[in-house]
């Protein structure tokens, strides 16, 4: 098969898998998700290739990113897309949003063409609507490189007919650098989504300002809800959201509308064919409803934790984008504060810049103490340090570095220092 373009998601299949077809050739049909135009059953139109275990292959011969925007250009599909600020909960909502339908959560691998390396995975849930058909929801928190995890969130939220975006405990400058990347793509025209929700899963002053000049610069419907405490609550919200959409888009015809999960309308307001659709399970019903799992939001640290309580406060010093304790040996996380990157990608890549540095110590016969670095990338400063009274541990940092001084950071930090240092030296309570 020849390429029609240099731009074509597919070139080939790969050398030795016949099975393994152009995606291309298989989604020539619009989808049917969330109420496309495609009314007849058109059989297996969907992104990529089912190869079974409830997971689809994307074999793609550009970035990961652009293979999704010709993708989603192509298909037209309706979808919504869950991300997160300050909080790793996306996932989770998927996962009890799946239990609760009785749904399971998907995956989307996309790969190298040819070689078959895996570049990035997408999770979803196909819900199910009071029409019979199917709204999908992605999460936006993607297995991949730190480049290729943002271009894809950005994609997946930048083209959703609805974003939903659950917020942590963040100070107003660490939202001001995570709203920037997607007011920057969408002042330059490659934003569709036109409706974003932003759901505090934590109490904080500085998210109302920040969506109203977010909305300001780029004329998105974006609005806060109420304090979000429980998946009961993200669904509700998010399901008026999506169905007022429906109705409003798509007058006089029947939309597909999202019932609330486990509520006595979930299976009485939808038709047999929502209720038991073809290889699908049904809906739960309101007499025995699946419990979601809880979505926690960053609570503050209580003040008899010393580590977590340096931490929170570290995460909320102006210019903090993230920060995570962990330990140097095995390059695990112990604790983190903060937005992206999340804590397994800063302790895994402290430790290998940390053993990196030791080890050219040592060579030069410098000794192999565990040293203090700061690394002065395009617009963001990364702190290495070792931890205060917790040995064989390091804190890694990532400032936005138009925001901050380097040496006001370091001096904060040392008064951090202390104070963890003077926790440290207090006798442990006596317990009876």
């Not at 139109?45 to 074999?59: H, P, Q, S, Y």
């Not at 390091?394 to 001096?411: G, I, N, S």
Request: positive net charge; aromatic residues 4%; contains cysteine.
């Amino acid at each position: 098969m020849s390429q029609s373009s240099d731009r074509n998601v597919i070139t080939r299949p790969p050398a030795g898998a016949p099975g393994w077809e152009s995606t291309r050739v298989q989604t020539q049909v619009t989808p049917r998700l969330g109420g496309g135009p495609a009314d007849d059953d058109v059989g297996d139109v969907d992104i990529g290739r089912a190869v079974g275990n409830n997971t689809r292959e994307l074999f793609v011969a550009c970035e990961p990113a652009e293979a999704m925007v010709q993708q989603f250009d192509h298909l037209q599909p309706e979808f919504v897309a869950v991300s997160d600020l300050g909080v790793a909960a996306s996932r989770k909502l998927l996962a009890g949003i799946a239990a609760a339908s009785q749904r399971v959560v998907q995956k989307l691998v996309v790969r190298r063409n040819g070689a078959g390396t895996m570049l990035a995975t997408i999770e979803f849930v196909d819900c199910p609507t009071s029409n019979g058909r199917t709204v999908r929801l992605y999460s936006t928190e993607v297995d991949a490189d730190t480049h290729t995890r943002q271009s894809m969130a950005r994609v997946l939220l930048g083209r959703a007919r609805l974003g939903v975006v659950m917020v942590g405990d963040l100070p107003a400058h660490a939202l001001t650098s995570a709203l920037q990347p997607w007011r920057d793509t969408a002042l330059r025209g490659g934003w569709t989504c036109r409706r974003m929700l932003f759901m505090p899963l934590a109490a904080g002053a500085a998210l109302p300002g920040e969506i109203a000049r977010f909305r300001a610069a780029t004329a998105i419907e974006a609005t806060p809800t109420p304090l979000v405490g429980r998946p009961a609550d993200v669904w509700a919200q998010l399901c008026q959201a999506w169905n007022t959409l429906q109705q409003q888009s798509k007058p006089g015809v029947n939309p597909a509308t999202l019932p609330l999960l486990g509520s006595p309308n979930a299976t009485a307001a939808a038709p047999a064919s929502a209720v038991a659709a073809p290889g699908q399970r049904p809906m739960p019903s309101a007499a025995s409803p699946t419990p979601m799992p809880v979505v926690g939001s960053t609570p503050t640290p209580p003040r008899d934790a010393p580590l977590e309580r340096y931490l929170h406060d570290l995460g909320q010093m102006t210019g903090v984008v993230s920060a995570c304790a962990f330990d140097i040996m095995t390059g695990r996380p112990v604790g983190h504060a903060g937005a992206r990157p999340g804590p397994d990608e800063l302790a895994r890549h402290g430790a290998a810049m940390l053993a990196s540095m030791m080890g050219a110590s040592r060579a030069m016969g410098m000794g192999a103490v565990v040293p203090e670095a700061a690394v002065t990338l395009g617009q963001h400063h990364l702190l290495l340090r070792p931890l205060p009274a917790h040995p064989g541990m390091a804190l890694h940092v990532v400032l936005d570095k138009p925001h901050v001084t380097l040496a006001l950071v370091q001096l904060q930090l040392r008064r951090l220092d202390d104070a963890l240092l003077a926790a440290a030296r207090q006798p442990a309570p006596t317990r009876f």
